[in-house]
């Protein structure tokens, strides 16, 4: 004969519930406010981008006396302190972005979405981050899309880099800090004249 299984304890398995539901409570609340907390420091980002629209829109190249590659640069140095209050909010998260310029992509965090011809960089070397990589802690939290140096093809008219010498990474640097700030200048153009 067998004995019948014991009677469940009711009141521990109430009292487990109970401490349950209140630690799914103080779970939600923590994550509540982890998410307040981020979105509370994104908004001081909006902030500093809505200074800078508001000084683009009251800025008149011809009005101030500026030459426009000033306001441009003046523009440039704004962005970048937006974008530097932005890593320090993301990085309170343990967001930090992926450095691929002037390296060569890893095929698990960077897409390759153009090749550009040059002599001017060796073959697989980063020129520019399209879209830029993020790890948040030690995973990718966005691949990175960036372009790449190939080797240009016989007869291109391509010049060889000056001296024989791969210009420095202060050079390259250089180099897409200019398409910025014509990039950049096209379209300040386009929202001064509508």
Same mark, same amino acid.
């Given at each position: 004969?067998?004995?019948?299984?014991?009677?469940?304890?009711?009141? *521990?398995?109430?009292?487990?519930?109970?401490?349950?539901?209140?630690?799914?409570?103080?779970?939600?609340?923590?994550?509540?406010? @982890?998410?307040?907390?981020?979105? *509370?420091?994104?908004?001081?980002?909006?902030?500093?981008?809505?200074?800078?629209?508001?000084? =683009?829109?009251?800025?008149?190249? @011809?009005?101030?006396?500026?030459?426009?590659?000033?306001?441009?640069?003046?523009?440039?140095?704004?962005?970048?302190?937006?974008?530097?209050?932005?890593?320090?909010?993301? #990085?309170? *998260?343990?967001?930090?972005?992926?450095? =691929?310029?002037?390296?060569?992509?890893?095929?698990?965090?960077?897409?390759?979405?153009?090749?550009?011809?040059? #002599?001017?960089?060796?073959?697989?070397?980063?020129?520019?981050?399209?879209?830029?990589? *993020? =790890?948040?802690?030690?995973?990718?939290?966005?691949?990175?899309?960036?372009?790449?140096?190939? @080797?240009?093809?016989?007869?291109?008219?391509?010049?060889?880099?000056?001296?024989?010498?791969?210009?420095?990474?202060?050079?390259?640097?250089?180099?897409?800090?200019?398409?910025?700030?014509?990039?950049?200048?096209?379209?300040?153009?386009?929202?001064?004249?509508?």
């Amino acid at each position: 004969m067998t004995t019948p299984p014991p009677e469940p304890d009711l009141d *521990f398995l109430k009292r487990r519930c109970a401490a349950l539901a209140t630690r799914m409570e103080r779970l939600k609340d923590e994550h509540r406010d @982890e998410k307040s907390r981020l979105l *509370f420091s994104l908004i001081s980002v909006d902030d500093a981008l809505l200074r800078t629209q508001a000084w =683009l829109a009251r800025v008149d190249p @011809e009005a101030s006396g500026l030459p426009p590659g000033e306001v441009v640069r003046q523009l440039l140095d704004q962005v970048d302190s937006v974008g530097e209050l932005l890593q320090l909010r993301l #990085r309170e *998260f343990d967001v930090r972005p992926l450095r =691929l310029l002037d390296g060569h992509p890893d095929a698990e965090v960077a897409d390759v979405v153009e090749l550009w011809p040059t #002599r001017e960089a060796e073959p697989g070397t980063v020129l520019e981050e399209r879209r830029r990589g *993020f =790890l948040l802690g030690a995973e990718i939290l966005r691949r990175a899309e960036v372009v790449v140096a190939v @080797e240009p093809p016989p007869g291109s008219g391509i010049p060889a880099p000056r001296d024989g010498k791969e210009p420095g990474r202060d050079a390259r640097r250089a180099r897409s800090h200019a398409r910025s700030a014509r990039s950049t200048a096209r379209r300040v153009r386009r929202l001064q004249h509508g």
